[in-house]
């Protein structure tokens, strides 16, 4: 009975998804397929070489250095990075009177009140404090940015697709939209070139971006360690140093996997041999010394007995 | 318990004697997983599952109420809450990717352990029961899995729990105010939030209770094995301690090895991007998608895109559900009496399909909702179906099995290694050692 319910449900279950089938086949036939050309513009990102890659990644902290001016002098008066607190800079190399400096001279001020007044005011940045929102709501962000917001950096290396590679490619992929050819050597349609306020960049996933091209020129940024500030490096620094800033752990993550994995390879061949160990005595065990051993049921017999339990 | 010649438990000295007589615990546990439960002496690898997934669920608990500690069920305030944690916790990191990492191996060693249950017709009498509770938690599994994946109130969490909850809406008549009573409000916001947390918290607990029932359950005919035939006598069995506590720790050691190995290495490889966004209500996400574990029930949920006497929307959710439910009627779908999948070669066949096609299932549900992938999706749920309702019952009506092994020891001692071997690869699955028995006697 229940079988021959169930073979009655599942034709139908069969039926019906059959009737989707074949209806979308017949769409999927009888209409035309345009390629969104969008989607067909559309670049994955490129492939950088960063020294936190890899499972043996670890930070270069130079980089990150050059990556946190870079954020300093070009992306911080736009982008917020509210969940790294200026303390936090030591773990990149800065020294204590370093971040004590960094925060006091930064250029936007940390909301606080008139201590006499009670009157909304500003002061100068902690170490212990956050990095401050360059704008005082998303009202404000929106009103001086045509509309758009521009989003807080902290985990935007994690929140996007292709990590820092993304935000290298993006931040080098801006291109002229009427001279650009894709890898079709086809130039962009005119219909979705960018629009007022909007610029063009292939990396982005629908092509045309609200922020405008951050790093225009190599020397934007005069790096203290005599690095040449092209503008190749500066995006790749400031995708290392925005790695950092959404996963600063990730330097210890890998050594105390590595230690993790040695001790658990160290682990599992001991377990290997015990188990052998143990089965390889099967026979003996279960025959002879074990459980089945005659002399052992006797034993086990008496003892029941002794002990008044039941088995 | 289960067979005469299991050997009692035997107090060791003076101490667990006294214990003993006023609270019998360690004879309680002797007789469930030490030398007091007799087990089928072939048992291959893939009866490691079941303990693997204890594990995981302890994993799970114990990371869990630490980061319980340190969480905050607040609208306002979780999504910085866990990167707190990510950040400011001594540990916090290890602690919070260890349990979103554990959730996703939780699945991976249940699966195996669901299918390993399929191909072996674990589910066959006299172990109907221990199948049903195996559901049970599966089912609690999911729904714990789903409520923890909106905790951290990202992009996916709050989205997901939009989609998810909108399945309810598609009922007829109650569905919108159904929607509403899950969420404590018309969209996910704070009552849902903390719910969900309260539920999360408790759901695993519910699920540790079941497991006892699900175990105890299993204890009562005693566990299957490869052969799929009865137990006859002692030289069948060995004990579970040591014999299978030690095979269970090596298995325990690679599992271990495998989730470190994606935990510290790869830890965000099994999420999704979209879920380091705090929840925001204004702005949908390209591609909603649940985690990984769910995607072959959110294809099927897809699968029906033609209004046909219900609404499209309604069929999909019926068909997911039913997908499920369907899996309750198993024993009884297919009465065949040979229970293993060594002995049944049409039955084999039909496995391995079931197998691909939950895999291609998985593949299309992350994919977007466009073609070729629903019209895969549609091709693979008509196969899911069939194969449970239609193929199944005539299939245990019609097909000619080989013949079975006298007893366990006989294909053990014989050396028909091919009886006890793995997933029906005979000759190469033997040569990996995994009936060691056979190699020994």
């Known amino acids: 009975m229940v079988r021959l319910i169930g073979i009655l449900i599942g034709i139908g279950f069969v039926v019906v998804a059959g009737i989707s089938l074949i209806t979308g086949v017949i769409t999927h036939l009888t209409t035309e397929h345009v390629e969104d050309a969008a989607h067909a513009l559309h670049e994955e990102p490129r492939n950088y070489d960063f020294d936190h890659d890899g499972p043996f990644g670890r930070w270069n902290r130079q980089q990150l250095q050059r990556g946190f001016q870079v954020y300093k002098e070009v992306c911080a008066s736009c982008h917020g990075l509210n969940l790294v607190a200026f303390r936090n800079l030591s773990e990149i190399g800065y020294s204590e009177a370093a971040v004590r400096a960094i925060a006091d001279q930064w250029q936007i001020q940390v909301p606080s009140i008139n201590p006499d007044t009670g009157e909304p005011a500003g002061r100068n940045a902690l170490p212990a404090d956050r990095f401050p929102n360059p704008y005082a709501n998303e009202t404000a962000a929106r009103a001086a940015n045509n509309n758009a917001l521009p989003p807080d950096l902290s985990l935007i290396v994690k929140a996007r697709h292709g990590g820092a590679n993304y935000i290298a490619s993006l931040l080098t992929g801006y291109r002229d939209p009427a001279t650009y050819r894709d890898h079709h050597g086809q130039p962009v349609p005119e219909d979705i070139r960018p629009g007022q306020g909007l610029y063009f960049n292939p990396y982005f996933p629908n092509i045309n971006i609200a922020m405008p ?97 039941a088995g | 318990m289960a067979f005469p010649w299991a050997q009692p438990y035997e107090p060791k000295n003076d101490f667990t ?24 002496r072939n048992l291959n690898n893939f009866w490691n599952f079941g303990v693997l997934a204890g594990i995981a669920l302890t994993i799970q608990i114990v990371t869990g109420i630490v980061l319980a500690m340190h969480y905050n069920a ?121 719910r969900f947390f309260s539920l999360h918290y408790l759901l695993p607990f519910v699920i540790a209770g079941v497991i006892i029932l699900h175990v105890w359950a299993l204890h009562i005919p005693g566990s299957g094995n490869p052969t799929g035939v009865d137990v006859k006598g002692p030289q069948d069995t060995v004990p579970f301690h040591p014999f299978y506590t030690a095979k269970d720790g090596f298995a325990v050691a690679i599992f271990m090895l495998c989730f470190a190995a994606v935990t510290f290495f790869a830890p965000n490889y099994l999420g999704h991007a979209d879920n380091y966004i705090p929840a925001n209500a204004l702005s949908t996400p390209a591609h909603i998608v649940p985690e990984w574990y769910f995607w072959p029930f959110y294809a099927i949920l897809r699968a029906f895109t033609v209004d046909f006497i219900l609404p499209a929307k309604l069929w999909g959710v019926i068909a997911m559900f039913g997908a499920i439910i369907l899996l309750f009627f198993l024993p009884w779908l297919d009465p065949s009496p040979v229970r293993s999948g060594n002995y049944r070669p049409k039955f084999k066949l039909f496995f391995w399909i079931l197998v691909v096609d939950v895999l291609i299932l998985g593949y299309v549900g992350g994919a ?33 099995t080989l013949p079975l092994p006298n007893s366990i020891s006989e294909s053990v001692l014989h050396g028909e290694k091919a009886e006890a071997a793995p997933y029906g690869t005979p000759t190469a699955a033997t040569e990996t050692g995994s009936v060691v028995p056979s190699k020994t006697l």
Do not use: C
């Open chain 1, 213 to 309: 091209p951050p790093i225009t020129a190599d020397g934007q940024v005069t790096y203290t360690d005599g690095t040449n500030p092209t503008v190749d490096q500066m995006a790749q620094d400031v995708a290392a140093f925005l790695t950092w800033t959404a996963e600063p752990n990730l330097q210890t993550r890998h050594r105390a996997g590595t230690a993790v994995l040695i001790f658990l390879i160290f682990a599992s061949i001991l377990a290997w041999f015990a188990y052998k160990n143990v089965w390889a005595n099967a026979k003996r065990t279960v025959r002879v010394a074990g459980p089945l051993d005659p002399e052992n049921m006797a034993r086990r017999e008496a003892a029941k007995d002794e002990s008044g339990i």
């Open chain 2, 17 to 40: 004697r006294w214990i003993d007589q006023r609270l019998p615990l360690p004879r309680f546990v002797y007789g469930a997983v030490g030398g007091g439960y007799p087990v089928p």
């Open chain 2, 74 to 194: 607040n609208a306002d305030t979780a999504f910085q809450s866990v990167e707190h944690i990510m950040r400011d916790v001594p540990q916090g990191w290890f602690l919070r990717y260890a349990h979103a990492n554990g959730a996703s191996f939780f699945f991976i060693v249940t699966y195996i352990h669901i299918f390993r249950g399929l191909y072996y017709g674990s589910y066959k009498a006299p172990r109907e029961m221990v199948w049903l509770l195996g559901l049970v938690i599966f089912l609690l599994m999911m729904a714990t899995a789903f409520m923890g994946y909106v905790l951290p109130w990202g992009q996916m969490s709050f989205w997901g729990a939009k989609v998810i909850t909108g399945l309810f809406g598609a009922i007829p008549l109650i569905g919108e105010s159904l929607q509403t009573w899950l969420l404590g409000s018309f969209a996910p916001d704070q009552a849902t939030l903390t």
């Open chain 2, 368 to 400: 977007p909702a466009e073609e070729p992938y629903v019209m895969i999706s549609q091709l693979g749920t008509i196969y899911y179906f069939a194969h449970f309702l239609i193929i199944l019952p005539i299939l245990s009506r019609v097909e000619r």
